[in-house]
């Protein structure tokens, strides 16, 4: 099922679905009464995060330079989202400044200096550039920013979704769709992006956001693909398709996490790391090198 609604009406969302225009405002805001777990809340929910982590970051959203510079990239790229202002100072320090990024933030736009509004713009055209990356995220007959919400069938727990480009559907026999998801980084390397797929939980949004086209019935078995791009000269790009064991670890993580979420919203109680004090060992790493130092 697919709904198309303007991207500045106030929506509440009961039906399962792709919605079109929808703004990253109010999907963020979550527009599920009483609440839905996105792909973010699944990775707050999963060890050596807690619950608690889960609540304190919805009870406490946050922006920081860092997120404002890949939220950028995003808008150039994918052609969509918040408007991006160039500051003419290197230095954000005179009340005059502050209170021009102030006005900017407020009317929804992005604030950038000029080194990072020179770069984001190079890094867009990198992407263009790039044969795989510009096929998946740019080309025609997509659309970007798309939010999927949907119930997950094992636990009735609203689920959402934010998808950087959704491709059209696919119609052609024995052909996949392809999904992609675009990601800045210091080092795109597949080396590199593994280590953070392992460390930020990527492997569990690919499958969150596999999980939303399907039960949305928009393709019933979607390939996923990263688009990982250097964040400083010469923004090197690399597309990579994470293994199959990763999507079986991340369905088995995110299933805990969806029970988990259920089970909190129920007792309305969110809880650390455990209560219990056991002996801890040191990391095995460790201990082996200093055996082999003391040896």
């Known amino acids: 099922m697919s709904t198309r609604q303007t991207a500045d009406e106030v929506l509440v969302i009961t039906t399962a679905g792709i919605y079109d225009g929808m703004s990253d405002d109010t ?85 950038l200096k000029p080194a990072a509004y020179d770069a984001i713009h190079a890094m867009a055209d990198r992407i263009r550039e790039h044969p795989d990356a510009a096929q998946l995220l740019t080309a025609d007959g997509g659309l970007s920013e798309q939010s999927a919400f949907w119930r997950d069938p094992g636990t009735g727990v609203w689920c959402r979704a934010r998808y950087d480009r959704l491709p059209p559907k696919v119609t052609e026999p024995g052909r996949r769709l392809v999904l992609a998801d675009y990601k800045t980084t210091v080092d795109a390397s597949t080396e590199a992006f593994v280590k953070s797929a392992a460390s930020y939980g990527y492997h569990q949004q690919q499958e969150w956001y596999r999980a939303g086209l399907i039960a949305c019935g928009y393709d019933p078995d979607p390939v996923f693909l990263f688009v990982a791009q250097e964040k400083t000269a010469p923004y090197l790009v690399n597309v990579i398709q994470l293994d199959h064991e990763a999507g079986v670890l991340a369905r088995r993580q995110n299933a805990r996490a969806l029970g988990m979420f259920r089970d909190c919203q129920r007792s309305e109680t969110w809880p650390g790391h455990p209560t219990s004090i056991d002996p801890a060992p040191l990391p095995g790493y460790f201990v082996t090198k200093a055996e082999e130092y003391l040896a």
């Open 27 to 111: 999907y963020h805001s979550d527009p599920v009464p009483g609440g839905s777990l996105s792909s973010t809340g699944v990775r707050l929910l999963t060890p050596p995060s807690t619950p608690a982590h889960y609540r304190w970051a919805i009870d406490n959203p946050k922006t920081s330079a860092t997120f404002e510079h890949g939220h950028a990239a995003h808008a150039l790229v994918l052609g969509t989202g918040p408007e991006l202002v160039r500051i003419d100072a290197d230095e954000w320090r005179t009340n005059a400044i502050k209170d021009e990024v102030a006005a900017v933030r407020e009317r929804g736009a992005v604030p």
